[in-house]
Structures are given as structure tokens and as C-alpha cells.
């Protein structure tokens, strides 16, 4: 028995636009964060086809262990 599937491409622009996509993935890259200790922050914007969500390493210290160890993958994977 096969089932077709037919997407709302308008809807789901829209849900991939939407604030609360934007506060989940906010959500993660806070956990992550958290995980991580200080030296990292949490970037967020709306691009033109979806949220985005990201782990920046702000500090020398931090820069230099995520660099080393891919630490910022390995917070955001573990979550």
C-alpha cells in the first residue's frame, strides 16, 4: 500500500520562518551553550528560507578549545 504525500510548500516556508522555529532552535544552542561554560554565546536570526541558530566561541580560551577538540559540535550532537 503506498501513500502520497503532497507538502504545502507555503506552509512550510512559513513554519520554517516561524518564531517558535526560531525559540527551539534557540533552545538547543542554549543547552549547548550552557554545556559548554562560559566563552560562548548564542547567535539567532530569520535568514530568507529558514531560522538559524549558532554556537560562537567569543573568547581566545574558547576559540582555541573548539578549535582543538571540536567542542561546539560535540555540545550541540550531545543534546
Partial sequence: MAIKVELNHDGV???????EM??????YARKAVH????????????GSGRVNASV?????????EN????????AVLAK
Fill in 13 to 19: 516556508r512559513e513554519l520554517l520562518r516561524s518564531p
Fill in 22 to 27: 526560531l525559540a527551539i532552535c534557540e533552545e
Fill in 35 to 46: 554545556a559548554l561554560g562560559e566563552g560562548y554565546e548564542v547567535s539567532a536570526h530569520t
Fill in 56 to 64: 560562537v566561541a567569543i573568547s581566545r580560551e574558547a576559540i582555541a
Fill in 67 to 74: 578549535s582543538a577538540n571540536n567542542t561546539v559540535l560535540k
